[in-house]
């Protein structure tokens, strides 16, 4: 059990002046403020902020964070407020103690909204101070250490939020344990039996794994004490999910990884790292294509180290890693190594060059779901390195186009680029930059974005500013068209355009649910609504009573089989299911308008929606209008193991989850693998959900997705 007298051990044994009362106050006052309240396990709640502060003194943080941490859910949880927190502990922990409170205050319609709107929140105090994300990384893996008290349907989204943001957030911010820790915990909750089977797989291996680290250790240590190098040398083996994260990436089962054993080497200069790397490709060949150098080259969050891989004793891939004591420091600790008590003097220097990314995306992006999107897409690892004509090297996530390059160096250069030269030749726009390019880029004066550059570009600032571009211009464009089909309504009917002017104006904006005349001419452009219906509410009198919604002359409502939406605000309309995502009852949904062709019914996490809805006004609200037993199509993907008998067990299980198989297309792969493309009949979501654990799970079973 956690106690306070083993916290404050734990603090004085790094920092031996640390300011303990505040601590032991910040204790009492959390453990009175929290008295009548358990977790759901059943245990006094004062452990989870004790818990927390433990978690954050293990990362030898400042006594302010820790105090915070201990009290970061009086405010919410309790009597307490904010000032209370000023007056007992000053304006620095109250700040943080608000700065988290705060995330969870606001009521919104959706949980996906919550979600987004919550992370960004907390990303605009972080960009104020780092401690606010570290204190929410503690709370977090707490959280996901004690998972297993909660609901199973509460485990799951915790750990999908966990492992789709706090994870690469966590290795962001360079904290390399916190990115572990979190992934495979999330791993053990999403995927149990997967997780399970792994775990036993790996600890099977580990006695031979383990003899062999030392056979190399031994023989690396050797030489570098022949040498005169100082340095030790730690054997590791890869975490859970890295390694499933390899079978899914290569595809492959589990006995066919080979590079799960690594060697880590730290020493005390730069040039005996490099003296090092030398020394093992003189025992061992490179395996080509896996040297990276981070020293010269450091990743944004400022991890350095030399990671080679090579043919160690007995055939065995072995990956080494190469780094001095102070790169070491800032590879495991990342961000919070700067935020130690003893390095307080240089805490706003260092800041600005970690979350430099984050204040640029907080400016950007004012949209709370765009904004996760975002960042999600900010926090990919692998990177190239490219330069400008002038030498300036641009840091890019892997599969970067010159267009992204473009915006990288400044909006109206992506705006106005038409094509782009490679180390001296001409390149497409889809070009995918590779590590060394030099890369220019051709501009025009006249030139503007393509929506087609949605379809390649990987760079949340590219794909923000293209679509930025393209919304205004689209924008205006239905501006025009909806306020010449209002005035050439208005004249048929041989009124005045003053009217536009009157009272009478307000109370159609009202009814249509808008702010001003533009956005009303935006939904009559894009054909949400009718010139004739607002006329019809402008002067009613003046004009025979015809129904407030016209019928396109499309109609009649298509339904599809088992398929039954409501739109909102509009009857009788075409619509239909979007075969790219196949939608099921239970799934977000939302519709995109296409003039002349209705309404298309897609999931909102659809790829191709965003590509296709960059203005949001072509977007409308659809839902489920009944539950229904009638069953919907929809289509999964499944890779295994090509291996006897593989279909015939897909099958069976598909059939005894009571559902239909439309349609089945299976291949063979050259490297063993099998393919099989699957239409289902659905009753609805969660049906379909149950079936693809079931199937994730089946022995061989590589991937599985809609």
């Given amino acids: 059990m956690k106690t306070i007298n083993a916290l404050i051990e734990k603090i004085l044994?790094?920092?031996?002046?640390?300011?303990?009362?505040?601590?032991?106050?910040?204790?009492?006052?959390?453990?009175?403020?929290?008295?009548?309240?358990?977790?759901?396990?059943?245990?006094?709640?004062?452990?989870?902020?004790?818990?927390?502060?433990?978690?954050?003194?293990?990362?030898?943080?400042?006594?302010?964070?820790?105090?915070?941490?201990?009290?970061?859910?009086?405010?919410?949880?309790?009597?307490?407020?904010?000032?209370?927190?000023?007056?007992?502990?000053?304006?620095?922990?109250?700040?943080l103690v608000d700065a988290l409170t705060k995330l969870s205050k606001v009521e919104f319609k959706t949980k996906e909204e919550a979600q987004a709107e919550n992370f960004r929140k907390m990303l605009l105090a972080m960009s104020k101070d780092v401690r606010v994300i570290l204190i929410k990384f503690a709370d977090r893996l707490h959280n996901m250490r004690t998972i297993k008290h909660l609901p199973d349907e509460k485990q799951r989204r915790i750990a999908s939020e966990t492992l789709d943001i706090y994870a690469p957030l966590a290795n962001r911010l360079g904290i390399g344990w916190l990115r572990t820790e979190f992934e495979d915990l999330s791993f053990k909750t999403l995927m149990p039996d997967l997780f399970d089977d792994l775990q036993k797989k790996v600890a099977k291996r580990k006695e031979d794994q383990m003899k062999y680290i030392d056979e190399v250790r031994d023989i690396i240590s050797e030489k570098l004490t022949a040498q005169g190098i100082p340095a030790k040398v730690k054997g590791r083996v890869k975490h859970y999910y890295g390694i499933y994260q390899k079978m899914v990436a290569q595809k492959i089962p589990f006995e066919q990884?080979?590079?799960?054993?690594?060697?880590?080497?730290?020493?005390?200069?730069?040039?005996?790292?490099?003296?090092?790397?030398?020394?093992?490709?003189?025992?061992?060949?490179?395996?080509?294509?896996?040297?990276?150098?981070?020293?010269?080259?450091?990743?944004?969050?400022?991890?350095?180290?030399?990671?080679?891989?090579?043919?160690?004793?007995?055939?065995?891939?072995?990956?080494?890693?190469?780094?001095?004591?102070?790169?070491?420091?800032?590879?495991?600790?990342?961000?919070?190594?700067?935020?130690?008590?003893?390095?307080?003097?240089?805490?706003?220097?260092?800041?600005?060059?970690?979350?430099?990314?984050?204040?640029?995306?907080?400016?950007?992006?004012?949209?709370?779901?765009?904004?996760?999107?975002?960042?999600?897409?900010?926090?990919?690892?692998?990177?190239?390195?490219?330069?400008?004509?002038n030498g300036d090297i641009k840091e890019l996530p892997i599969g970067s186009t010159p267009i992204d390059f473009a915006y990288s160096i400044h909006t109206q250069v992506g705006h106005k680029c038409i094509g782009a030269k490679a180390n001296g030749r001409i390149v497409p726009l889809r070009y995918k930059l590779n590590s060394g390019d030099v890369v220019e880029i051709i501009t025009s004066p006249s030139h503007?974005?393509?929506?087609?550059?949605?379809?390649?570009?990987?760079?949340?600032?590219?794909?923000?500013?293209?679509?930025?571009?393209?919304?205004?211009?689209?924008?205006?464009?239905?501006?025009?068209?909806?306020?010449?089909?209002?005035?050439?309504?208005?004249?048929?009917?041989?009124?005045?355009?003053?009217?536009?002017?009157?009272?009478?104006?307000?109370?159609?904006?009202?009814?249509?649910?808008?702010?001003?005349?533009?956005?009303?001419?935006?939904?009559?452009?894009?054909?949400?609504?009718?010139?004739?219906?607002?006329?019809?509410?402008?002067?009613?009198?003046?004009?025979?009573?015809?129904?407030?919604?016209?019928?396109?002359?499309?109609?009649?409502?298509?339904?599809?089989?088992?398929?039954?939406?409501?739109?909102?605000?509009?009857?009788?309309?075409?619509y239909h299911i979007a075969k790219c995502c196949f939608p099921v009852p239970g799934d977000n949904i939302v519709g995109f308008i296409t003039k002349g062709k209705g309404v298309t019914i897609h999931r909102k996490e659809c790829n191709n929606l965003e590509r296709l809805a960059v203005d949001s006004e072509r977007l409308i609200d659809v839902q489920w209008s009944r539950d229904s037993d009638v069953t919907s199509q929809t289509r999964l993907y499944i890779e295994s193991i090509d291996k006897p008998g593989m279909l015939a067990s897909l099958s069976a299980l598909i059939s005894s989850a009571d559902v239909n198989i439309s349609s089945l297309k299976a291949n063979s792969t050259h490297d063993k693998r099998a393919l099989f493309e699957l239409t289902l009949e659905i009753k609805n979501r969660n049906q379909l959900i149950n079936l693809v654990s079931k199937i994730t799970q089946m022995d061989g079973v590589l991937n599985v997705r809609r």
């Fill in 448 to 574: 503007g974005p393509s929506k087609d550059w949605l379809k390649f570009v990987v760079t949340q600032r590219a794909k923000s500013r293209i679509k930025q571009w393209i919304k205004t211009e689209e924008r205006k464009q239905s501006i025009e068209l909806g306020t010449k089909l209002v005035e050439d309504e208005i004249r048929r009917h041989g009124l005045s355009l003053s009217i536009l002017k009157s009272e009478k104006v307000n109370e159609v904006l009202k009814y249509f649910s808008h702010q001003t005349l533009e956005d009303l001419y935006v939904s009559i452009g894009y054909g949400k609504i009718s010139a004739h219906q607002v006329i019809n509410r402008l002067v009613p009198e003046k004009i025979e009573k015809t129904e407030d919604v016209e019928v396109p002359k499309l109609t009649r409502p298509q339904r599809d089989k088992g398929s039954v939406i409501t739109i909102k605000g509009i009857d009788n309309v075409l």
């Fill in 257 to 389: 990884v080979h590079d799960v054993i690594g060697l880590r080497i730290i020493t005390d200069t730069v040039s005996h790292c490099y003296d090092i790397l030398g020394i093992i490709h003189s025992l061992w060949p490179l395996v080509p294509g896996r040297f990276k150098d981070f020293i010269s080259l450091p990743k944004s969050n400022m991890y350095q180290s030399l990671h080679t891989t090579v043919i160690g004793p007995g055939g065995d891939r072995v990956e080494f890693q190469i780094r001095t004591d102070d790169m070491n420091e800032i590879a495991e600790e990342g961000i919070a190594a700067h935020w130690r008590y003893k390095e307080r003097d240089s805490i706003d220097k260092k800041n600005t060059k970690f979350i430099a990314w984050l204040r640029e995306l907080v400016k950007e992006i004012s949209d709370a779901k765009e904004f996760l999107e975002a960042v999600k897409g900010e926090v990919i690892p692998e990177t190239v390195y490219v330069f400008t004509p």
């Fill in 13 to 95: 044994s790094y920092n031996p002046k640390a300011d303990v009362e505040i601590i032991k106050k910040a204790y009492v006052f959390s453990r009175d403020a929290h008295c009548s309240q358990k977790r759901i396990e059943g245990s006094p709640y004062i452990h989870h902020p004790l818990a927390v502060a433990e978690i954050l003194a293990d990362m030898k943080l400042d006594t302010a964070t820790i105090a915070a941490g201990l009290l970061h859910d009086t405010v919410e949880d309790t009597g307490t407020s904010t000032e209370d927190i000023k007056e007992m502990f000053g304006q620095e922990i109250a700040f």
